[in-house]
């Protein structure tokens, strides 16, 4: 039997009137309005609750709307044509309109201390693993993560319901768990990921008690899924709060459970050049989202597991492993542990390892060698991975001249002087 980490909390209503908080129905998504509108007028409660009610406080525009109700799944079903039902460790009712899906979740309840409860289960560990125990909003608040998720915002007069001071928190911009936060961890790692990246988006800062027990529970993280792990990797590093998301991770401890390989090589590179490279590259795509431009997450991983390779490829080289061979043998290592412990898909695994076995190539500039290069469908990405290369050295600064005049004229033909004396593939394991 594993205690009841919300023992100690106890539910207190406080209803925030329209006249007290900014949120309107206009920055709200036509089809969540359509959800809760149907759910009312079928007879049940329905709000719209978590992350879009934070944010919308804040000032934010949501990426998602979610809505809890006292409708089971099977009944939103039934009120929806276009709903599927998903999950088994929460059972949720998708509402599908075209390429947009509204969330709706039936309130939860904690199913006190007993782990044999039908409809959850807890490992011996704390982890929570099945949670289907359904309970009225009050229980449903007192289950989620964070204070400030827990607002529900409602249909039917406008208001805000907060039963475990999220409101306030939203004000004093605070993150703070609910319940016994080392418990909350043991239930899913994925929160200590999850915290850090609250706080990086919302520039709130993290309330003491929820931030004391991560440094000692992040290897936690390990029994976490991988692929659970790559999808918060997704959110730290490219929704426009890389560099903060990266500096809450190194300061909380978190980063050596999530990129270990980089962790260390950071560690060991005592100049700070290569931690100099990899933020550069977070700012570049911090900027990147905030202009409303894509942000590559094979680029992205190049950047974030480039000192992992550096570190790997020196290693292979001290044994006598010849450059080219070392340089394959170093990515796919490097990869391998990475896929262990972030499920890094192929699509995006694949051509991070081209960006980084391009780099040697840039030294040499002969003819028909840099015809070849311009044409490689991989260039483009590769040749802005050598400028970022700069953050760490200027030893690529006359590469990176050269190859820019290079994409000016990509049809002249360079004659003897234009060859640097000494061109041939960068057999060095410190690349940075």
Known sequence: MTPNPHASVVPSLRVIPRDEHDISRKQMSRSALKVLYHLREAGFSAYLVGGAVRDLLVGR??????IATDATPEQVKSIFRNCRLIGRRFRLAHVVFGREIIEVATFRANGGNDDEEEGREVLASGRLVRDNVYGSIED?????DFTVNALYYSIADFSVHDYVGGFADVQSRTLRLI???????????VRMLRAARLAAKLEFSIDPATAAPIPKLAPLLADAAPARLFEEAMKLFLAGHAKSSFEHLEAFGLLPELLPETAQALALNKSGALRRMLVQGLINADTRVAAGEPASPAFLFAVLLWPAYCRALAQLQAQGIQAVDAQRRAADRVTMRQVARTALPRRFSLPMQEIWLLQPRFVLRQNKRVSRLLAHPRFR???DFLELRLAASDTHAADVG???EAQSRPGRVLDEDNRVAGNRPDSSGDQQ
Do not use: I
């Open 179 to 189: 319940g016994e936060p080392e418990a909350r961890y043991r239930e899913d790692p």
């Open 381 to 383: 990405s590769a040749f």
């Open 140 to 144: 449903d608040a007192l289950r989620r």
């Open 61 to 66: 525009a949501p990426k998602d709307f979610d």
């Open 402 to 404: 050269f190859w820019r």
